[in-house]
Every structure is written in structure tokens, then in C-alpha cells.
């Protein structure tokens, strides 16, 4: 299935996905969803 290239993550998806990459228990299919879901997140701009 194709990703529109105008989709995001959410910043609440981003969020939580953060702070299960930053939690030492999670585990690494978790963090590998989290990190992926980060990737697809809008940067800030200045």
C-alpha cells in the first residue's frame, strides 16, 4: 500500500512514539514501529 506524500504522523503519535524510544524496556519491534512513525513526522520549521 502506497503512502501519500502528503500524509504525517500526528504529533501525539509522535510523541508517544518518542517516549517509547526512549524507554530502555521497550522492545525493538516497538521501537522499530516508534521510529518509523517519527520518520513520517512533520519537521518544525523556523
Given at each position: 500500500m502506497a503512502k501519500?506524500?502528503?500524509e504525517s504522523t500526528?504529533?501525539?503519535?509522535?510523541?508517544k512514539a518518542s517516549k517509547l524510544l526512549s524507554n530502555p524496556n521497550t522492545?525493538?519491534?516497538v521501537k522499530s514501529v516508534a521510529a518509523s512513525a517519527l520518520?513520517?513526522?512533520r519537521n518544525k520549521k523556523k
Open positions: 501519500s506524500r502528503n500526528s504529533k501525539s503519535v509522535a510523541s522492545s525493538k519491534a520518520t513520517q513526522a
